[in-house]
């Protein structure tokens, strides 16, 4: 079944993407551009730590903002609570601009509000990262160690430009009175057209009333004809994702779903494998990456159109964060990233079948699984409600 698509947001044409795979290469390109940029650096992220790869980071920002650069880094105000007084008044004194993304209320024990979870940097107009890699060792080829699996888009085109105004309302609390600069001097793009792909940003943000990725995913769920990958790092599917992949399998559609054998979330984790007898049973095929820990998140749809960026496929990414995705509609893309999970991500995982359940899951796991599952969607609750009720208050007053 084909849906309108003036449902789910237009897309820009005159755009050149390319798939940046987490550890150096993404490290590479970031300080990369930010070494090249000549006017703007914003760099917002949901995690930027004070080690080897966050002081490699904001060397490059620093340098930017030492040569003219204007410099704008907003971090999670929980996730990268962990910087020092000093690391930040370092960076202010070299002439970055920072800010914490304010939640209601922050403490380094309690948090309430929603998190900014989004992973961006957009250099001068002309570039962008996107995706779901942070500013951490454990996301960059450190020692030795494999870098946590994860992934970017790089854009260059027209629809930068959508992605800088974005970290502009970020950057001043998405307040409507607050004036946006007006943008000038947007540069021209002359990408062959054999390189363009078709691209559109999407958002998910429930207290401002967007659900932009969570469509996406409707979308892919009811248009896909043949086949569906989705690769997330916290696999927990709410009441509305399940439905519409039940239908996709009754459809005849083939699905497959790659997720983390060994996670950073141990409770996420135990959760998650209490779903596998749902997934089994509607004929699933899923995998466990145990290479290293699974962080990326993306999905494939027939081999033609891609969602990629910092969305999980659960309820706290739904309603309780600030995501951001990309959707790429380009077969020749969707289909080198295929082949791209199938020799290096596959190649790396265990096929969980229901002999292997019926191996390795033993009564008093599924306990513990279920166990892990019922807290969660608990935790999912209470994380929500200040969302809930937030907008029934806008409703009131609108």
């Known amino acids: 079944m084909k849906l309108p698509e003036n449902l789910f947001g237009k897309y820009s044409e005159n755009n050149r993407v390319n798939l940046v795979t987490g550890g150096r290469p993404y490290f590479d390109q970031l300080t990369e551009l930010i070494s090249g940029a000549e006017k703007t650096v914003h760099l917002q992220t949901y995690i930027f730590a004070e080690d080897e790869t966050g002081k490699s980071v904001a060397k490059a920002l620093t340098d930017a903002a030492q040569r003219g650069v204007e410099v704008f880094l907003m971090v999670d105000g929980y996730a990268s609570q962990g910087l020092s007084k000093d690391f930040i008044h370092s960076l202010k004194k070299q002439g970055v601009k920072f800010k914490f993304f304010q939640p209601l209320f922050r403490s380094r024990k309690f948090y309430l509000g929603r998190r900014l979870h989004h992973k961006l940097c957009v250099i001068d107009l002309r570039y962008a990262l996107v995706g779901g890699i942070n ?3 454990h996301y960059n080829d450190i020692q030795g160690s494999p870098p946590w699996l994860d992934f970017a888009l790089r854009v260059e085109g027209d629809l ?31 990408i062959p057209e054999a390189n363009k792909s078709m691209v559109r940003m999407r958002r998910n943000d ?53 997720v983390a054998g060994v996670s950073d ?12 007898e749902w997934l089994l049973t509607n004929r699933i095929k899923i995998y466990e990456y145990n ?14 159109w891609i969602t990629l960026g ?32 199938e020799n290096n991500v596959i190649n790396h995982s265990t096929l969980i079948t229901d002999s292997y359940m019926a191996t390795h899951s033993k009564w008093y796991q599924r306990f513990i699984h279920w166990s892990a599952f019922v807290a969660i969607r608990i935790i999912i609750y209470f994380f929500t409600f200040y969302f809930r009720r937030i ?3 806008e409703n009131r007053n609108s």
């Open 291 to 304: 290479r290293t820990v699974l962080h990326g998140k993306l999905a494939i749809c027939d081999d033609s």
């Open 160 to 190: 930068v430009q959508d992605l800088l105004v974005l970290c502009q309302k970020t950057w001043n609390g998405f307040q409507p009175l607050k004036r946006i600069p007006k943008i000038k001097n947007v540069p021209a793009f002359s």
């Open 206 to 258: 429930w207290v401002r009333r967007l659900d932009e990725i969570s469509l996406s995913y409707i979308e892919l769920f009811r248009s896909a004809e043949s086949q569906i990958t989705i690769l997330s790092s916290y696999f927990l599917p709410g009441r509305i994702f399940r439905r519409a992949i039940r239908n996709a399998r009754k459809r005849g559609v083939e699905i497959t779903v790659i």
């Open 135 to 137: 500013i951490a060792n």
């Open 310 to 341: 910092s969305f999980n496929v659960n309820d706290i990414s739904t309603y309780a964060s600030v995501e951001l995705n990309l959707d790429v509609k380009d077969s020749v893309f969707a289909l080198e990233l295929r082949r791209h999970l």
């Open 265 to 276: 979330v141990k409770m996420a984790k135990m959760a998650e494998r209490f779903m596998y």
């Open 391 to 393: 907008v029934r208050t």
